[in-house]
């Protein structure tokens, strides 16, 4: 190849595992719940990728069989590829089974980090001005007129996605804000990636084969029947995923 041309490009990128959330170390009772679960979607869970949370676990759950729990996973036809959180020997006994150790990337809640001036502060902002330092803008919405494909993904990032076309079952659609689909809708559906609460899914035809808001999940098998293939919005209520008709 020419010596000017690079051979790769690393850079980062956005991606949404399937997250398993430990709160036990029982390994049988793990297993018999994954299950259930997996039969009710067996093509949803085939090869995909899964990250281990061990930010729940109890203080008492010292212990985590990796050994057993990745060939559990990869038994129910799952990729097993990091672990996120837990203490540094749960950690280290992770990395034996040579999984990643990940970071939070879910982002922090603006209601909790925000920063009150303080007193006599008033006139920060003007000062701001003056020395040309200003908020950012909101991100703008993004809008796709194509129709989505099965095998692609698309992200939007900061902001909200706006689909005017069909969605094809095996496509992905994703946005830190909400998502609106004005078309017949398959695949899966991620609002809210980066942790957005208050982010919403709206749908003139529910057919999604997943919707997802800030990572809690709903698969086809679990939608209400008498809502599928009408207009929808899917939304956090109490931290539960809800779904009802517009």
Known sequence: MPSDQKPFELKADSFSFPTLYL??????????????????????????????????????????????LVG???????????????????????????????????????????????????????????????????????IITRPVRSGQKVYAAGGDLIVLAPVSSGAELMADGSIHIYAPLRGRVLAG?????????????????????TGRYMISEDYPESLIGKSVQVYLSEDHLKIESL
């Open 23 to 68: 709160l036990s170390n029982d390994i049988d009772a793990i297993n018999e719940s994954l299950e259930r679960q997996v039969a009710k979607a067996p093509g949803f869970f085939l090869h995909a990728p899964l990250v281990f949370d061990l930010s729940r676990l109890p203080q008492a759950c010292t212990e985590v069989d990796f050994p057993m």
């Open 193 to 213: 990636v980066k942790g957005n609460e208050k982010a919403r899914i709206f749908c003139q035809n529910l057919g999604a084969e997943l919707v997802s808001v």
């Open 72 to 142: 559990m996973t990869r038994g129910q036809g799952m990729t097993p590829i990091g672990v996120r959180g837990g203490t540094p020997l749960q950690q280290e006994g992770a990395r034996l089974m040579e999984l990643a150790i990940l970071g939070d990337s879910r982002g922090e809640n603006p209601k909790r980090t925000a920063k009150k001036p303080a007193r006599g502060d008033a006139s920060e902002e003007a000062r701001q001005q003056q020395r040309g330092e200003t908020a950012a803008a909101p991100a703008e919405s993004k």
